[in-house]
């Protein structure tokens, strides 16, 4: 049995605890955009959401997200833990790479908060904020029941 065989169930335990950060920081962003854009350019309250928005972005969401990664890509890595020709893999996997750019996307809103030069509305945020929601819940299903 190689060593990835045996740390199997903790590194899937590991993979689903880094996989909860990433989501919550993920849902929790674009929360906070909704919110700054209810405050004035230049107010105090808007330079609380920009340390509250870079906290979250750096020191949990981005961290948490390489972990998935890294864990997510030992288990594949695993002999014998996937079959690569499933159905519910190819969709779990397009989904995570939606999300990554979903990632990606936020870290820019965000510099345009930092800069003071949002246009987008409070609308806009509200939708984006379902993304992930949507996405997570496929994710899952994939996993889970393997529907193909
Ligand atoms: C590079 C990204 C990822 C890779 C390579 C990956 C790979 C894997 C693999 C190989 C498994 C084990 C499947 C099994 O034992 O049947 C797994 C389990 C799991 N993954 Fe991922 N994953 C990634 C990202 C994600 C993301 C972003 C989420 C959630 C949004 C997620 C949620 C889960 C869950 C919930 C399980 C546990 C399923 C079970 O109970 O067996 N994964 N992942």
């Not at 997200?65 to 002999?79: E, K, Q, S, V, Y």
């Not at 509200?126 to 529907?147: D, G, H, K, S, Y």
Request: proline share 4%.
């Amino acid at each position: 049995m190689s060593v990835l065989s045996a740390l199997y169930p903790w590194i899937k335990s590991a993979h689903i605890v880094s996989m909860v950060a990433w989501m919550a920081g993920l849902f929790y962003l674009p929360r906070l955009f909704v919110y700054h854009c209810q405050v004035a350019r230049g107010s105090a309250e808007s330079e609380r959401f920009k340390v509250m928005e870079r906290r979250l972005l750096k020191q949990i969401t981005t961290p948490a997200m390489i972990a998935t990664f890294i864990f997510g890509i030992l288990l594949a890595a695993t002999p014998g833990a996937i079959d690569w020709a499933a159905g519910w893999w190819h969709v779990k996997l397009l989904c995570v790479l939606i999300l990554a750019a979903f990632h990606g996307k936020m870290g820019a809103w965000r510099r345009d908060f930092l800069e003071d030069r949002n246009t987008r509305s409070e609308r806009f945020y509200r939708i984006a904020n379902e993304v992930p929601t949507v996405l997570l819940l496929v994710v899952v299903v994939m996993v889970v029941v393997q529907p193909f």
